[in-house]
């Protein structure tokens, strides 16, 4: 799949709200954890797989749980 780094737009804004600050860091954290369908972006365009030796991680579906949690309480 190609990407868009050309014509791509970046978006920046503080988060002074603590609680959101943490929400934010967990939701990247989880991003940059994902095993199962995550991939790296090289220099040279190429994509290669997020690999590692930890349990399965899918970004995706943990989110929709988390939100699944949430929606419980």
């Known amino acids: 799949m190609s990407r868009n780094l050309d ?5 920046a804004f503080p988060l002074y709200d603590p609680a959101i600050q943490q929400q934010v ?9 994902d095993n199962v369908k995550a991939r790296v972006l090289l220099a040279d365009n190429t994509c290669v797989m997020n690999c590692n030796d930890l349990p ?18």
């Open 7 to 11: 014509r791509r737009v970046e978006v």
């Open 25 to 33: 860091q967990e939701i990247i954290d989880t991003q940059l954890a």
């Open 56 to 73: 399965p991680l899918r970004a995706q579906m943990a989110h929709y749980e988390a939100v699944c949690r949430l929606n419980e309480q």
